[in-house]
């Protein structure tokens, strides 16, 4: 998602930079979009590795972890 808001963002300056409004606008609002989605997928796998991580830091998990993987 990074890329593609990256490539829309470059798309939107060289069509400014051309004059072609209309274009660039478009470009600019698919970009935020691409970077929206990017920046909450971000958010969820963070929130799910802090979510894995304080589950495995409880210790009544680590015997039955251990149990489980012999």
């Known amino acids: 998602m ?3 808001a990256v490539i829309c963002l470059i ?3 060289i ?3 051309l004059g072609l ?3 660039s606008a478009f470009a600019k609002r ?7 989605l990017f920046f909450l997928g971000f958010l969820a796998l963070l929130g799910f590795a802090y979510l ?3 589950a495995l830091s409880h210790t009544e998990l680590v ?3 251990v149990a489980i993987s012999m």
Request: charged share 5%; aromatic share 16%; hydrophobic share 60%.
């Open 21 to 23: 409004t209309n274009i």
């Open 11 to 13: 798309i939107s300056l």
């Open 63 to 65: 015997p039955a972890l």
């Open 15 to 17: 069509a400014g930079g």
């Open 52 to 54: 894995v991580g304080s």
């Open 2 to 4: 990074f890329r593609w």
């Open 30 to 36: 698919l970009s935020m979009i691409f970077f929206a």
